[in-house]
């Protein structure tokens, strides 16, 4: 065995605590950088969370879509007087003696 002297053991001891340091820090940084950029990260989490906005604002709408259109089918089903508006409008139909004029725009 060799004889080494106290001033080379501290030598090895302190490059060893620094290559441990060097090698946690190194995985403190990967771990940063996974953690913000990585597929699961931050920044794909905050893109979700506007997706899941629009998502919910698209909802919204179409709910408000909906209710006016189950407006519009109970009106059909229930009012002459709409029925005949729309008939009128959209068909372009008339009562008994009227004459339907159309016009070019």
Excluded: C, W
């Amino acid at each position: 065995m060799k004889n080494r002297t106290v001033r080379q053991v501290k030598s090895e001891q302190k490059k060893r605590s620094r290559f441990l340091f060097a090698l946690f820090l190194a995985g403190l940084v990967y771990l940063a950088i996974h953690f913000i950029l990585g597929e699961m990260g931050y920044l794909s989490y905050r893109k979700l969370v506007a997706a899941r906005e629009d998502i919910r604002e698209e909802i919204a709408s179409i709910e408000t879509r909906n209710k006016d259109l189950e407006s519009e089918v109970e009106a059909l089903q229930k009012n002459p007087d709409y029925i005949e508006k729309m008939a009128r409008e959209n068909l372009g139909l008339g009562r008994d003696g009227e004459m339907i004029f159309h016009f070019d725009e």
